[in-house]
C-alpha cells in the first residue's frame, strides 16, 4: 500500500518537472497568451478589411451599416455580423429584409473562409452568384432568397460540402441545376423556386439522403421525375409544380418516402397514373395531394382513404375516370379543398345517384370549398343537401354537369355559403334563397 502511494508521489512530482521543463523551454504564459490574442486581432483586421470592402461594393442607401467602418474596432458588434464565441472569426453574416442592399455580391466574400452562415436574402441584389462562394466551405447556411440574382449556379458551389440549407428562391437564376449538387451530402433544405432554371432535375439528388425539402417549382425544368428522388426517405416537401416535366409520376416515391406530407406536382405535362401503391406510413402523413392540370389518367388511387390528416386534394385539369370520390373523403376531418374539376367523375348507381358523394361529405367538418365542375356527374342533388353539407362550406361549384330535377331549399341551411355555381346543368323549379 504505502509502496504504491510513493509511485504514485513519484509519477505526479516527474509530471510536473516534464510540465515545468516544457513551459520554461518555450515562452511564458503570459507572452503565450498575448501572442495568441495577437494572432486573433490580425484575423480580424483582416476579417474587418474584407467586411469594408465587401461594403464598398455593394450597393447601399445612405443610412445603411454606418457603423461599418474603419473607425469601429469592433468587428464583432457590425451590425449583421457573428463572431465565433472566442472571438477569432466572423462566422456569420446576415442582412437580409429591408436592408435595401442592390448591386452584385462581389469575389471578395470568398475571403470571409471561417463563414458558416450567410444570409442576404430579401434586398435588391442583382448579378451573378460570384464563383469565389466556393472557398467559404465551411457556410451550412446560404439564404440569397428574394433579390434579382441571375446567371447560373456555379459549379464551384460543390465545394460547399458542410451545407445544410440552400435557398436561392425568387430570383432570376438560369442554366441547370448542376448536377454536383448531388455531393453536398449534409443537404436538408434545397429550395429553388420561382428561377428561370431548366434542364433537367438532376437524378443525382438522390445522393442527398438527409433532404427534407425539396422546392424547384415554378422553374422552366424538363424531362421526367426522376424516380431515385424514391431514395430520400427523410423527404416531406416535395413541390416541382409550374414547370415542364412530363412522363409518370415514380411510384416508389408513394412506397418509399414514407414521411412525405406534401407533394405538389401541378401545372406540369405528366402522365400515366397516379401510383396505386402507398407505404401505410405514407397514407398516414399526406396532408396536400396536388397534382392539377396535368395529363393523369386512371382513378383516384384507393390508399387515399387511408391518408387520415388529408387537407387539400386538387386533380382538376387532367383525364381521370373514376367514380365520384366517396371512402376517400368519408370521415376526412381535416379536409379544406377538394378540387375535382375537369375530369370524368360520374356518380353512383350508372351516374344517376348523388346521395353517396354529398352524404360522404358529412363529417368533413373543415370542409370549405367542393370544385366539381365539368365531371360529367348526373342524377338530382338529395333533397337534404342542406343537412349533408358541413358548416364551413362556403364554395360549391358544379357547373357544367348533368344533374337535373329541382335545387333543394336546405341548400339555404348551409349559412356559410357565399359561392354556389349550379349554372350549366338541367336544374329546374324555384330558386329558393
Ligand atoms: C463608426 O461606427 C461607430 C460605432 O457605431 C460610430 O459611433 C461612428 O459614428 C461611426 N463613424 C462614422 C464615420 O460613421
Ligand atoms: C422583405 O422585407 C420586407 C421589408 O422588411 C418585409 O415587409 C417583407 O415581409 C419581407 N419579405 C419576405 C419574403 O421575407
Ligand atoms: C479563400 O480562402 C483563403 C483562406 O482560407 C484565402 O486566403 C483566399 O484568399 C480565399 N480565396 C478567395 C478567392 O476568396
Ligand atoms: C431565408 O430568407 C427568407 C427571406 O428573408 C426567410 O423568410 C427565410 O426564413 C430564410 N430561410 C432560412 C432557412 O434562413
Ligand atoms: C473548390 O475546391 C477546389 C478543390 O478543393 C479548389 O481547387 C477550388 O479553388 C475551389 N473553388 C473555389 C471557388 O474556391
Ligand atoms: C461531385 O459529383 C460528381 C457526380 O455528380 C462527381 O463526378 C464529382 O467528382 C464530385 N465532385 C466533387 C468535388 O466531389
Ligand atoms: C427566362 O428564360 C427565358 C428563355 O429561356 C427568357 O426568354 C426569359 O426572358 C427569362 N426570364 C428572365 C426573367 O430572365
Ligand atoms: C426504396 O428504398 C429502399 C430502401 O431504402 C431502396 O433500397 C430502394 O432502392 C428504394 N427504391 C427506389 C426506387 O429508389
Ligand atoms: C406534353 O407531352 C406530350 C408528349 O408526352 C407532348 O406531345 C406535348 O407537346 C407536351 N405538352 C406541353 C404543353 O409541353
Ligand atoms: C389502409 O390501411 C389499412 C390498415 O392499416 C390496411 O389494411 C389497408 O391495406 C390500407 N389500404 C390501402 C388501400 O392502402
Ligand atoms: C362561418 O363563417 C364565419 C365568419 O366568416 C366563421 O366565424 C364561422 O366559423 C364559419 N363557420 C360556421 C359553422 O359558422
Ligand atoms: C323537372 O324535371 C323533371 C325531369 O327531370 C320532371 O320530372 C319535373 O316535373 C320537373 N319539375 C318542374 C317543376 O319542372
Not at 452584385?104 to 463563414?115: M, Q
Not at 432568397?145 to 437564376?173: D, E, F, H, W
Not at 344533374?403 to 359561392?419: E, Q, W
Request: aromatic share 6%; net charge neutral; proline share 6%.
Amino acid at each position: 500500500m504505502m509502496r504504491v502511494r510513493t509511485a504514485i508521489l513519484l509519477l505526479l512530482l516527474h509530471l510536473a518537472v516534464l510540465c515545468l521543463l516544457e513551459s520554461t523551454s518555450s515562452m511564458p504564459d503570459g507572452q503565450q497568451a498575448a501572442a495568441a490574442r495577437h494572432r486573433r486581432r490580425q484575423v480580424l483586421l483582416r476579417e474587418k478589411a474584407t467586411l469594408l470592402a465587401l461594403k464598398r461594393a455593394l450597393t447601399l442607401p445612405p443610412a445603411a451599416l454606418l457603423d461599418w467602418n474603419e473607425s469601429n474596432g469592433h468587428v464583432c458588434g457590425f451590425t449583421g455580423v457573428t463572431c465565433h464565441w472566442r472571438r477569432e472569426h466572423v462566422v456569420g453574416l446576415a442582412l437580409p429584409n429591408n436592408m435595401r442592399i442592390s448591386g452584385a455580391i462581389p469575389p471578395v466574400v470568398g475571403e470571409l473562409s471561417r463563414l458558416r452562415s450567410l444570409d442576404l436574402s430579401n434586398n435588391s441584389i442583382s448579378g451573378a452568384i460570384p464563383s469565389a462562394l466556393g472557398n467559404l466551405s465551411r457556410l451550412r447556411n446560404l439564404n440569397l432568397s428574394v433579390n434579382s440574382i441571375s446567371g447560373a449556379i456555379p459549379p464551384s458551389i460543390t465545394n460547399l460540402t458542410r451545407l445544410q440549407n440552400l435557398i436561392v428562391y425568387k430570383n432570376v437564376l438560369s442554366g441547370d441545376i448542376p448536377p454536383s449538387i448531388g455531393n453536398l451530402t449534409r443537404l436538408y433544405e434545397l429550395d429553388m423556386w420561382s428561377n428561370n432554371l431548366t434542364g433537367r432535375i438532376p437524378a443525382e439528388l438522390s445522393n442527398l439522403r438527409g433532404l427534407g425539402v425539396l422546392q424547384l417549382d415554378n422553374n422552366q425544368l424538363g424531362g421526367a421525375i426522376p424516380p431515385s428522388l424514391a431514395m430520400l426517405a427523410g423527404m416531406f416537401y416535395l413541390s416541382l409544380k409550374h414547370n415542364d416535366l412530363s412522363g409518370p409520376i415514380p411510384a416508389a416515391i408513394f412506397v418509399n418516402c414514407t414521411v412525405l406530407g406534401v407533394i405538389d406536382l401541378g401545372n406540369n405535362n405528366l402522365s400515366g397514373e397516379i401510383p396505386s401503391a402507398a407505404s401505410g406510413t405514407l397514407a398516414y402523413s399526406f396532408a396536400v395531394l396536388n397534382l392539377y392540370f396535368n395529363r393523369l389518367t386512371g382513378k383516384l388511387p384507393r390508399w387515399l382513404a387511408n391518408c387520415t390528416d388529408l387537407m387539400v386534394l386538387d386533380v382538376e385539369n387532367n383525364r381521370l375516370d373514376d367514380e365520384l370520390p366517396t371512402s376517400i373523403i368519408s370521415g376526412k376531418k381535416y379536409l379544406m379543398y377538394l378540387h375535382l374539376s375537369n375530369n370524368n367523375f360520374w356518380s353512383h348507381d350508372n351516374n344517376s345517384n348523388l346521395e353517396p358523394f354529398f352524404a360522404a361529405m358529412f363529417n368533413c367538418s373543415w370542409l370549405q370549398e367542393v370544385e366539381a365542375g365539368a365531371v360529367g356527374m348526373g342524377g338530382q342533388l338529395p333533397g337534404r343537401l342542406g343537412s349533408m353539407l358541413p358548416r364551413n362550406m362556403w364554395h360549391l361549384n358544379l357547373e357544367l354537369n348533368a344533374i337535373r330535377g329541382p335545387i333543394p331549399a336546405s341548400i339555404g341551411d348551409i349559412i356559410n355559403m357565399t359561392v354556389i355555381n349550379l349554372s350549366s346543368n338541367q336544374l329546374n323549379g324555384t330558386i329558393l334563397f
